[in-house]
């Protein structure tokens, strides 16, 4: 069987994907997505093990409706930026709203969602998405 | 009152239901069959969205289980998980829900499969591990998105939607105890689904009285009889709900009055969500139960068999609450599609 997905890097990703697990350089700041000795940014080898919180504020949106290859069967779908209370902004898919729901601003929360999947043999990869937080 | 407890020390820590955000109307698929007439099984039914499956919602439930619970996931000895619909036929929903989740990789995984009973298994199976001593505190989840062939009667009802439960020691701040649990299961040809068939079939002859009715009543009446409670000592009842009547037949013919049925009946407006909907009417009690008032649920999975607890709700209950969305809150969300999105959605278009 052939796999479309770097299988070993899907799996190397999934602290940060189930539960915003991040490396945090104690000297930059720089947040690194997977796990890293030495910061990308400065060189730094004091990095921190930490997760991000699990709510954020809406910074911007935009609709995709021409999909790269794997994301076909979901377009169109909503890609924004979303920025945690430290500061740190992160790329995210929007989900469970449809985009004149959004609003610039509004509080957004982390849910595990299915990303996409390599055709109906392969794997499915699952990861955060944000949808207006539910209170 | 009773001389027989069966389950001693052993309580719900914290519980959390979901739902998608979609639905479709049962009018909305019998305009599409021809089948406007007649009487449609539910009103309405959730529908999961394109990025939605068991385990995802799985996810969703449990979180909220855990943030009423106010436990560190670590402290998380074991986490089950009952459902039809699990992604893979072989992979572990499990291993991925408790990853999301943050548990420590030292733990009890399973993943069950029983129709509609595997979530209140699920719940079993942790009960006993609390109750040995093998793990502090477990999850058990209940988790479907259930396919129905189009055009077939359980497409009005086969629906999306999980519950979750911490259990673990009982303690002072525990939102109910377990007091009893009794099963009852036999072979049973209601339903069913072959290995590599995208859909199940079913035989009406065996759907109600000798698969449904049977084995719920059984195993109701078992806890009657073998723990010496009485109909009269409970103040909730919620059953498996297949359909918006069955639970009211079951009633009946216990001489139970609705009144204290209605309260766990969701199939009307979310359809028949399988290994979660007696759990997911669980949560929905727990939602609006008072401190010492006693509930019995009894789920009922084809093929058969029914598992049956008693539980007293305890005064942990009236903080917990507050600590995750309600149901009703999620169930505000109801966003209605029509059958073409809906097709989209239960990915039954191959291109
Ligand atoms: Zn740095």
Same mark, same amino acid.
Request: proline share 5%.
């Given at each position: 069987?052939?796999?479309?997905?770097?299988?070993?890097?899907?799996?190397?990703?999934?602290?940060?994907?189930?539960?915003?697990?991040?490396?945090?350089?104690?000297?930059?700041?720089?947040?690194?997505?997977?796990?890293?000795?030495?910061?990308?940014?400065?060189?730094?080898?004091?990095?921190?093990?930490?997760?991000?919180?699990?709510?954020?504020?809406?910074?911007?949106?935009?609709?995709?409706?021409?999909?790269?290859?794997?994301?076909?069967?979901?377009?169109?779908?909503?890609?924004?930026?979303?920025?945690?209370?430290?500061?740190?902004?992160?790329?995210?898919?929007?989900?469970?709203?449809?985009?004149?729901?959004?609003?610039?601003?509004?509080?957004?929360?982390?849910?595990?969602?299915?990303?996409?999947?390599?055709?109906?043999?392969?794997?499915?990869?699952?990861?955060?998405?944000?949808?207006?937080?539910?209170? | 009152?009773?001389?027989?407890?069966?389950?001693?020390?052993?309580?719900?820590?914290?519980?959390?239901?979901?739902?998608?955000?979609?639905?479709?109307?049962?009018?909305?698929?019998?305009?599409?069959?021809?089948?406007?007439?007649?009487?449609?099984?539910?009103?309405?039914?959730?529908?999961?969205?394109?990025?939605?499956?068991?385990?995802?919602?799985?996810?969703?439930?449990?979180?909220?289980?855990?943030?009423?619970?106010?436990?560190?996931?670590?402290?998380?000895?074991?986490?089950?998980?009952?459902?039809?619909?699990?992604?893979?036929? /072989?992979? #572990?929903?499990?291993?991925?829900?408790?990853?999301?989740?943050?548990?420590?990789?030292?733990?009890?995984?399973?993943?069950?499969?029983?129709?509609?009973?595997?979530?209140?298994?699920?719940?079993?199976?942790?009960?006993?591990?609390?109750?040995?001593?093998?793990?502090?505190?477990?999850?058990?989840?209940?988790?479907?998105?259930?396919?129905?062939?189009?055009?077939?009667?359980?497409?009005?009802?086969?629906?999306?939607?999980?519950?979750?439960? /911490?259990?673990?020691?009982?303690?002072?701040?525990?939102?109910?105890?377990?007091?009893?649990?009794?099963?009852? /299961?036999?072979?049973?040809?209601?339903?069913?689904?072959?290995?590599?068939?995208?859909?199940?079939?079913?035989?009406?002859?065996?759907?109600?009285? #000798?698969?449904?009715?049977?084995?719920?009543?059984?195993?109701?009446?078992?806890?009657?009889?073998?723990?010496?409670?009485?109909?009269?000592?409970?103040?909730?009842?919620?059953?498996?709900?297949?359909?918006?009547?069955?639970?009211?037949?079951?009633?009946?013919?216990?001489?139970?009055?609705?009144?204290? /049925?209605?309260?766990?009946?969701?199939?009307?407006?979310?359809?028949?969500?399988?290994?979660?909907?007696?759990?997911?009417?669980?949560?929905?009690?727990?939602?609006?139960?008072?401190?010492?008032?006693?509930?019995?649920?009894?789920?009922?999975?084809?093929?058969?068999?029914?598992?049956?607890?008693?539980?007293?709700?305890?005064?942990?209950?009236?903080?917990?609450?507050?600590?995750?969305?309600?149901?009703?809150?999620?169930?505000?969300?109801?966003?209605?599609?029509?059958?073409?999105?809906?097709?989209?959605?239960?990915?039954?278009?191959?291109?």
């Amino acid at each position: 069987m052939v796999f479309r997905f770097r299988i070993p890097s899907h799996w190397r990703a999934k602290p940060f994907r189930y539960r915003l697990i991040v490396y945090r350089c104690e000297d930059c700041g720089m947040v690194h997505q997977y796990p890293a000795i030495i910061c990308r940014k400065c060189r730094s080898t004091r990095l921190r093990h930490t997760q991000l919180p699990q709510t954020a504020k809406l910074l911007s949106f935009t609709v995709v409706r021409q999909a790269p290859v794997g994301f076909e069967e979901l377009a169109p779908y909503i890609v924004g930026v979303v920025e945690f209370e430290d500061g740190t902004r992160l790329v995210t898919q929007l989900t469970d709203c449809e985009p004149e729901e959004l609003k610039i601003g509004m509080e957004v929360e982390a849910v595990v969602r299915k990303i996409t999947q390599d055709g109906p043999s392969g794997l499915i990869i699952y990861g955060f998405k944000f949808r207006p937080r539910i209170v | 009152m009773r001389d027989l407890v069966k389950i001693t020390g052993i309580a719900i820590h914290g519980y959390g239901g979901y739902v998608p955000r979609y639905r479709i109307k049962s009018e909305e698929i019998a305009r599409v069959w021809g089948k406007g007439e007649g009487e449609l099984p539910v009103k309405e039914k959730t529908v999961n969205n394109l990025d939605e499956d068991t385990i995802t919602m799985a996810i969703e439930a449990a979180k909220y289980a855990i943030a009423r619970a106010e436990i560190d996931p670590k402290k998380i000895g074991a986490v089950n998980i009952g459902s039809e619909s699990h992604p893979y036929a /072989v992979k #572990p929903s499990g291993t991925i829900v408790a990853e999301a989740l943050g548990t420590s990789p030292s733990i009890f995984s399973a993943d069950f499969e029983f129709a509609c009973k595997a979530g209140s298994e699920a719940m079993q199976m942790i009960i006993g591990l609390v109750g040995s001593g093998m793990i502090e505190y477990g999850i058990a989840i209940g988790s479907d998105t259930a396919q129905g062939r189009p055009g077939d009667a359980l497409e009005y009802t086969a629906a999306a939607g999980a519950a979750a439960f /911490v259990i673990g020691k009982t303690g002072n701040n525990v939102a109910a105890e377990f007091e009893a649990s009794k099963s009852y /299961v036999t072979d049973m040809p209601d339903f069913w689904r072959r290995d590599y068939e995208r859909y199940p079939v079913h035989t009406s002859r065996f759907t109600g009285e #000798p698969a449904y009715f049977h084995h719920t009543l059984s195993a109701i009446n078992a806890l009657m009889e073998e723990d010496g409670y009485k109909l009269s000592d409970f103040d909730y009842f919620i059953f498996h709900q297949p359909n918006a009547k069955f639970p009211y037949v079951a009633a009946k013919m216990l001489g139970i009055p609705i009144q204290k /049925v209605e309260p766990g009946m969701l199939s009307h407006i979310i359809g028949n969500t399988y290994s979660a909907c007696s759990l997911l009417g669980l949560v929905k009690v727990l939602d609006e139960a008072k401190p010492g008032q006693r509930i019995l649920i009894t789920s009922y999975g084809s093929g058969a068999g029914s598992d049956s607890f008693v539980l007293k709700v305890c005064e942990g209950i009236i903080e917990k609450r507050q600590k995750a969305p309600t149901l009703a809150r999620l169930l505000q969300r109801a966003t209605y599609i029509d059958y073409a999105r809906y097709l989209r959605h239960r990915d039954k278009i191959r291109v």
